[in-house]
């Protein structure tokens, strides 16, 4: 067994060391009824050969988003990672190290995560950012939490533009506070309708920008009439290249600002993992969920890094903690943090600028097509469309034929009455290929 | 003959200088140091070559970023010098045995990274139609079927991200459960006094008033406690097993049995199961939910934190209100059950957006059929057999916190033994840095004072837990003889010494603040 | 100067009780890195938690020695919590509380009660 460095001659030694006739006396307080006798119902070992068949096996039933015509977003968006990126992430103190703990032995972790928490106050304008939780929507949900931590309120407003999964974790997590979630009606340009439902019961509102449908909005109204009624705004991005172009969240006077890091440095990964970006105003730090990374120095006055503002956390805090949250994304973070290193500020914007220009490019193309009509108004990289009939039916058909064009809305949100309505993102990856050969395929399908 | 000019001597001087030297810049020969990305005064380059945009932001006229986004960029050398050099300042498994307790720190295999980088599994989007995916849907529900058939579960919501978000899952499902048959008045969830934080900490967050149940002087839960605590105000207990003391709980039957009797549900903290993995079936023990957390038992990395993922196993009685959500199969292949299906009517909800951390299911996978159902079992045996071979070597010296009877995967020990000598169970652990291992768990669990928790886990050759035992030994040897000096100031070989938290706490620094232009940086200070 | 079993002090002058923690108690938490202090106007009843000490490692509740309404907190403590370890019996104080019984400062430890007390534990 290639991972088990064991021999029968070392286990025998040391049952003898440890005075144990076999290692079933190891296991003598397992009730008699529950041990089993032997190895469960599940095939037994498998060398390497024998494992990379069966998983490419299944991996070449899966069609990858570059094998084709890719259009999906929705939250999770295909962007190219530096091959950098990749390599330095597997270096074995960086994969196989555990929380930094210990911290005179894992700087490498905390200056990461320095650095990290510098890179995500500065993309969102916020005074401080966390070590990173597990995705956008968890951290969304975390943001309300927080927000009735801090004003004591029971009352959410979530806009009609945030992505339907995020509100919907939203109202799982915070539903089971006790927390009251008013979810306005979804609709393309949907922000600003928030402000109707904002009243002194309310403990922050949370909008979406760009939100589910694309659309770009300047929240800087939603901020102020927010604050005017003593409740928090929480601004969500889910797609974090956009953070290098748009009015960040502080600039528009956000209290806490959350994003999905994915877009830089994760990878698809069918869904997970992916990497949470959370920071708000300096003032609400002690009420903030997850790890806090913080500078000092040590007993010889060199600078150093480490965990810090512990005990607002589970381990400390037990039942009284700000979250229940352990880990952070640790690897997705220091990938997050490597490619905005390769980046750099002006490289982001650039980058930004590509996926716009390329998305400009798509609505364009889009709009061209009868029976198309492209309903964002302002949009950052993904626009939605309205298509004669079922988008879902659209999306299967174009499958088939090896087009991946967009996330129906159906498909997060079945009840808004919005199946006919497509969600497409272009990002630096997508060609002006793939572009003609989805107006193309769309103008056969649609008479 | 023709002679040779260019010899040099081939053997070290006898003269060589002893320690205490120090180079000329500050440099320590391979261990280098690096400075923040931030002071490198690289505001305006760029690592990533990027094409011209073929149309400009117009459109987005009020919308735009006022201020330019001040963040450094670094060209690829740039970049990878970087991030090697602060990769060398941090321990790792892959250097030494990494013994921290409830953690299990096991090898994390490489033909993981690389099946869970094809292409089929990394470059796949949730949102894909499922007959694109079919593959992926596959994958986990074949995982699906290995959690169950170990666990003998009936069913498992794979979605949790975390353990302690597979925690919240499971305490989600029984307050639905509990909700769906008018048991509104449990608002009580019982856990010992020896549990990990979160446990109390996610009871506290679903609105549960926590209440702790009190251990015996041989580190189980106390049964006669127990019983008296539990009512029909009690919604459930939670239990780690083997407990977090690295103890099986013997009364478990007896447990569960008193738990259902009085109408409330039994959530397993999996946090330990590589103990008992193919040896024991929670679903044998009357447990109703259970995360496992697959960056432990199931060799997952945990890069430097995260991610983790944390899917929960859960009984006949739970499975109606899983999370959405879940893969399911029939005449049309695989199909995944989200918000639209009649089928997902009782689901308490959705715990995270998409499908869960499938990078971790594709090698939590691969490490399930490179192990088999053979091998894991035989992990389980190795990770006790190891504890308790360090338990024999080390008990000797340092006084076990339950000495009577083996132990299962962790030992733990506490710090009587260290009485007299002004030496703490941080002193000690930090005096571990200089002999090259990573200090096990320390101060946890909390029912044992100064608390020293060892899990080596089965990935350990008997030669690397010997060099464990005799560098610990050696080390008890010199705190019993006095030799205080050693461990006050520990760690002296690590990359810094130890560091002001005092000062990290009092005045929070958490991002680098560019100075003003002419005003030099001012340093933290310690007081 | 009063004192409880859980390591208050109290100081009274006319009806308004300054309370905090002592010494013994600022010894044993270490380094106090933040005190949550409660705010003013609120109501305490003796017993009910009213502030929480953290150290690095831990966060320790202090109670209410005596029933009453806040009047003030220490505004020092935000910016220097290392006064509670510098001076935990003076300048360390917590909050300054209107109280409502008198009887429930006299029926708490005085110094030499306090200090019996201590060598108890």
Redesign the interface.
């Known amino acids: 067994m290639r991972y088990l460095p064991l021999d029968a001659a070392d286990r025998r030694h040391m049952l003898g060391v440890i005075g144990a006739a076999s290692v079933d006396d190891l296991f003598a307080d397992v009730p008699a009824p529950a041990r089993l006798p032997g190895p469960v119902d599940l095939p037994r070992a498998a060398g390497e050969i024998e494992v990379e068949r069966e998983l490419a096996g299944l991996a070449a039933l899966n069609r990858p988003a570059g094998a084709g015509p890719f259009f999906c977003g929705a939250g999770a968006y295909r962007h190219h990672v530096p091959a950098t990126v990749d390599h330095l992430i597997q270096r074995s103190e960086f994969l196989t190290s555990y929380t930094p703990y210990q911290p005179e032995i894992a700087q490498g972790t905390l200056q990461v995560l320095f650095e990290f928490q510098t890179q995500v106050a500065a993309l969102t304008g916020m005074e401080v950012a966390n070590a990173s939780l597990y995705d956008g929507s968890t951290a969304c949900a975390e943001a309300v939490m927080m927000a009735r931590r801090v004003t004591r309120r029971r009352k959410a407003v979530l806009s009609g533009g945030l992505h339907p999964q995020y509100a919907a974790v939203t109202g799982t997590i915070a539903t089971a506070e006790g927390m009251d979630i008013v979810r306005r009606p979804a609709a393309v340009d949907a922000e600003a309708d928030v402000l109707a439902a904002i009243d002194s019961e309310t403990a922050c509102v949370v909008v979406q920008t760009p939100n589910v449908f694309g659309t770009v909005t300047d929240v800087t109204a939603i901020a102020e009439a927010a604050h005017a009624a003593g409740a928090l705004l929480v601004v969500v991005t889910t797609e974090a290249v956009a953070l290098g172009l748009l009015k960040s969240p502080g600039e528009m006077g956000a209290d806490i600002a959350v994003a999905e890091g994915q877009s830089l440095g994760v990878g698809l990964n069918f869904g997970g993992p992916y990497v949470g970006l959370f920071a708000c105003r300096e003032k609400f730090v002690r009420q903030m969920p997850g790890r806090l990374c913080g500078e000092t120095v040590d007993a010889e006055g060199r600078r150093g890094f480490v965990l810090t503002l512990s005990t607002r956390e589970q381990h400390i805090r037990r039942e009284k903690a700000t979250s229940n949250i352990c880990t952070n994304s640790g690897l997705c973070a220091l990938a997050f943090s490597i490619h905005m290193t390769l980046l750099g500020g002006k490289g982001l914007r650039r980058l930004a600028e590509v996926n716009h220009g390329r998305a400009r490019t798509l609505a364009t193309a889009l709009a061209g097509v009868a029976g198309v009509e492209v309903l964002t108004p302002r949009f950052f990289n993904e626009v939605a469309i309205r298509v004669p009939g079922s988008a879902a039916v659209l999306v299967e058909a174009l499958a088939g034929e090896g087009i991946l064009a967009g996330a129906p809305v159906s498909r997060l949100d079945p009840s808004a009455g919005m199946d006919d309505i497509l969600l497409l993102a272009a990002t630096e990856t997508t060609s002006v290929a793939d572009i003609d050969a989805l107006v193309a395929a769309l103008s056969r399908r649609i008479r | 003959m023709s002679l040779n000019s260019v010899g040099r001597p081939t053997r070290p001087a006898s003269d060589a200088p002893g320690a205490g030297f120090t180079s000329l810049s500050g440099g320590r020969g391979l261990l280098q140091d690096e400075a923040l990305i931030f002071e490198r005064d690289s505001w305006e380059s760029s690592g990533v070559d990027l094409p011209a945009p073929e149309a400009g932001a117009e459109d987005l006229a009020g919308l735009v970023r006022a201020e330019p986004l001040r963040l450094p960029g670094l060209s690829e050398p740039e970049t990878v010098r970087h991030y090697v050099r602060l990769s060398q300042k941090n321990h790792a498994i892959d250097l030494a045995l990494y013994p921290l307790g409830s953690c299990t720190m096991k090898h994390n295999p490489r033909l993981n990274e690389k099946l869970a980088r094809l292409p089929g599994f990394a470059d796949l989007h949730p949102l894909a139609p499922v007959s694109a995916v079919q593959g992926a849907l596959a994958l986990m529900d074949r995982l699906a079927h290995w959690l169950k058939t170990l666990t003998g579960m009936p069913a498992v919501a794979l979605s949790p991200k975390a353990g302690a978000h597979g925690e919240l899952c499971g305490l989600l499902a029984i307050r639905a459960a509990h909700a769906a048959a008018g048991q509104t008045q449990r608002r009580i969830v019982l856990t010992p006094t020896s549990a990990h934080g979160t446990n109390p900490a996610t009871a506290a967050f679903v609105g549960y008033e926590v209440m702790e149940i009190g251990q015996t002087a041989d580190g189980r839960v106390d049964l006669a406690d127990l019983a008296a605590k539990l009512s029909d105000e009690v919604a459930a207990i939670m239990v780690t097993n083997p407990n977090t003391c690295g103890l099986f709980e013997r009364d478990i039957l007896e447990i569960s049995r008193l738990t259902h009797a009085a109408g409330a549900y039994f959530y397993c903290d999996g946090a330990n199961f590589n103990a008992i993995v193919g040896r024991v079936r929670p679903g044998d023990l009357g447990v109703d939910a259970m995360h496992i957390n697959l960056h432990k038992t199931f060799s997952t990395p945990h890069g430097g934190g995260g991610p983790g993922s944390g899917p929960v196993v859960l009984s006949e009685a739970l499975a109606p209100f899983a999370p959405t959500p879940w893969v399911v199969h029939d005449a049309g292949g695989f199909r995944l059950v989200e918000e639209t299906e009649a089928e997902a009517a009782r689901a308490f909800g959705r715990m995270t957006a998409f499908h869960g951390q499938m990078g971790m299911f594709v090698r939590a996978y691969a490490y399930m059929l490179s192990h088999g159902a053979d091998g894991l079992r035989q992990a389980a045996e190795d990770a006790v057999l190891n504890a308790n071979y360090i338990k024999a070597r080390l008990s000797g010296v340092m006084s076990a916190a339950f000495p009577d009877g083996p132990c299962m995967h962790e030992a733990l020990f506490d710090d009587r033994w260290l009485e007299g000598t002004g030496i703490t169970t941080l002193d000690f652990a930090k005096a571990m840095i200089d002999e090259g291992f990573h200090p096990m768990t320390m101060y946890f669990p909390l029912v044992v004072h100064g608390a020293m928790l060892i899990e080596p886990t089965e990935s350990e050759s008997l030669a690397e837990l010997d060099r464990f035992c005799d560098a610990l030994l050696g080390l008890a040897g010199a705190a019993l003889a006095g030799d205080a000096d050693r461990f006050i100031s520990a760690p002296h070989l690590a990359p810094l010494r130890r560091l002001d938290e005092t000062l990290a706490a009092r005045k929070p620094r958490l991002t680098w603040r560019e100075p003003e232009p002419g005003v030099a940086p001012a340093p933290l200070a310690a007081e | 100067m009063r004192f409880t079993k859980d390591h208050e002090w109290v100081a009274l002058d006319g009806d308004v009780a300054t309370i905090g923690i002592t010494a013994y108690a600022a010894e044993q938490l270490g ?1 106090v ?2 005190v949550e202090t409660p705010e003013p106007g609120r109501a305490l009843k003796a017993g009910e938690g009213m502030a929480v000490v ?6 320790s509740d202090v109670y209410a020695p005596l029933s009453g309404e806040v009047v003030e907190a220490n505004p020092d403590l935000a910016g220097a ?2 006064t509670v370890n510098a001076d935990p019996e003076s300048a360390g104080w917590f909050a300054r509380v209107r109280i409502a019984d008198r009887a429930e400062y006299d029926a708490l430890m005085d110094r030499a009660a306090y200090d019996a007390f201590l060598e108890t534990l």
Do not use: G, H, L, N
């Open positions: 380094d890195v933040y953290e150290s690095v490692k831990a966060a919590p290392e």
